[in-house]
T-cell receptor, first 113, second 115 residues
Framework: DQQVKQNSPSLSVQEGRISILNCDYT??????FLWYKKYPAEGPTFLIS?????DKNEDGRFTVFLNKSAKHLSLHIVPSQPGDSAVYFC????????????FGKGTHLIIQP | DAGVIQSPRHEVTEMGQEVTLRCKPI?????LFWYRQTMMRGLELLIY????????DSGMPEDRFSAKMPNASFSTLKIQPSEPRDSAVYFC?????????????FGQGTRLTVV
């Protein structure tokens, strides 16, 4: 039973355009959400996060949007750059405690020149 | 800090053998997590420690899996006996505090192949 779902295994975007990665969750107890980026043969690295009390968080080219009523969040990257090609994992935490992260299966973003 | 350090990077072993994966968390971090990544299930939390004490091991798949954290700078994940279905990438991660507002830092992972 996947509590965090990333329904697009891969996404191809042209360089300079906007990349939108989507994530849905089922557990209403999740109160903090994170995006991780992963290059081949490396561990995931933290990218950006958002608390459930907010609906938007922005950091440079990266913006995360949260729609609590729809249990949906998205990561926007604009403009997309070749170095953004990686696997992006959506993750969530519940209860405010260190329960570890519940991850989606990831979306492979490919930025085409 | 060098980040979370895992060893070995790659491990190939025969079915039935014991496998030990090692992790050195970031100094000062008091939470340590072990994750497993497979194509079928993505990234799964196996177990986590707080101040060297195992808090939740409900993600450990079977009794063949065990984890220890003898001190704040070292943890092991052991599989005995190993089976082909254990083949995966195993990640260790650490964080300064648990819960919201703190991201976990991951090691580079150990790719385990059981033949």
């Amino acid at each position: 039973d996947q509590q965090v779902k990333q329904n697009s295994p891969s996404l191809s975007v042209q360089e300079g355009r906007i990349s939108i990665l989507n994530c849905d969750y089922t557990n209403s107890m999740f109160d903090y959400f994170l995006w991780y980026k992963k290059y081949p043969a490396e561990g995931p690295t933290f990218l950006i996060s958002i608390s459930s009390i907010k609906d938007k968080n922005e950091d440079g080219r990266f913006t995360v949007f949260l729609n609590k009523s729809a249990k949906h969040l998205s990561l926007h990257i604009v403009p997309s750059q070749p170095g953004d090609s990686a696997v992006y994992f959506c993750a969530a935490i519940s209860g405010g405690g260190a329960d570890g992260l519940t991850f989606g299966k990831g979306t492979h973003l490919i930025i085409q020149p | 800090d060098a980040g979370v350090i895992q060893s070995p990077r790659h491990e190939v072993t025969e079915m039935g053998q014991e496998v030990t994966l090692r992790c050195k968390p970031i100094s000062g971090h008091d939470y340590l997590f072990w994750y497993r990544q497979t194509m079928m299930r993505g990234l799964e939390l196996l177990i986590y420690f707080n101040n060297n004490v195992p808090i939740d091991d409900s993600g450990m798949p079977e009794d063949r899996f065990s984890a220890k954290m003898p001190n704040a700078s070292f943890s092991t994940l052991k599989i005995q006996p190993s089976e082909p279905r254990d083949s995966a990438v195993y990640f260790c991660a650490s964080s300064l505090t648990g819960g919201t507002g703190t991201e976990a830092f991951f090691g580079q992972g150990t790719r385990l192949t059981v033949v």
